[in-house]
């Protein structure tokens, strides 16, 4: 009888490779272009998707203990954090007036009211990013940053 595990018969076997794939693929170096950033896309769109049915209505098997939701709380907290530093780039593009590359693209007022929604949305960004770090905190105190101690330079 063969009880190695196999992507084909083991779920969790078969996410470990689909990961690694997605870790080789989008990885910081790129290439950056609008095909990879549409499949990007498609898989945040599925991994939000499962991630909310966890938080939700499959909390009970998907995150059974403490130390599972602390896991989770931090890589919200993580994910935040790093759509609100990566959206600071594209918003001094639009200040410099770099973006969008087809000025003739957007009207001057539409791409203004776009500076505004998306410096509004880095914001929620951050707030939500120190909110899921509380939670984070409340499950995890250890975590917890010393009250006295000065932040890093």
């Known amino acids: 009888m063969n009880l190695t595990t196999s992507p084909e018969t083991d779920p969790v076997a078969a996410t470990r490779l689909v ?14 272009q609008p095909e990879m ?15 909310a049915g966890c938080l939700g209505p499959a909390h009970h098997a998907a995150i059974p203990h403490s130390a599972d939701l602390d896991t989770v709380l931090l890589a919200l907290h993580v994910a935040c954090t790093h759509l609100h530093r990566g959206l600071q780039p594209l918003l001094r593009d639009i200040d410099r007036r770099a973006w969008p590359a087809d000025k003739a693209d957007i009207p001057i007022t539409r791409i203004a009211g776009l500076r505004a929604a998306l410096a509004a949305a880095r914001e929620a960004l951050l707030t939500a990013a120190k909110h899921f770090a509380d939670a984070h905190h409340a499950t995890n105190p250890s975590t917890r940053p010393a009250a ?4 890093p330079a």
């Open 37 to 51: 950033t549409a499949q990007a896309l498609d898989a945040l769109g599925t991994c939000v998707s499962y991630l």
């Open 148 to 151: 006295d101690a000065s932040p």
């Open 19 to 32: 990961v690694a794939a997605l870790g080789e693929v989008f990885d910081d170096e790129g290439p950056y």
